[in-house]
């Protein structure tokens, strides 16, 4: 089973950047896609952001086209989201996902970290 520990969350203020990173347990890390959500309160978890088991295709929320960048090394078994020109609204937990194939799309979690916050002031 794989251990998926998230972090580099933390306040930053509107317009900042922040790079969130999750190291996954296992030597099957770079056979599956990975993702990024988010889960702000009294909303439902949204999927922000996959990466392909290659690191080939990715794809994002409308919502964060052009302002975050999802990345993965797999000699580090690690996945990165870059976050640029944060919002109040990017407030949320963040959660990194292990999907249950090499694509990024679809993406289907079925392994999940513990959650990052990652809090945006105005």
Known sequence: QVQLVESGGGLVQAGGSLRLSCEASGRTFSSYAMGWFRQAPGKERELVAAISWTGGSTRYADSVKGQFTISRDNAK??????????????????????????????????????????????
């Open 77 to 122: 078994n690690t996945v990165y989201l870059q976050m640029n020109s944060l919002k109040p609204e990017d407030t949320a937990v963040y959660y990194c996902a292990r999907g249950r194939g090499p694509l990024a799309y679809p993406f289907a979690p079925d392994s999940w970290g513990q959650g990052t916050q990652v809090t945006v002031s105005s």
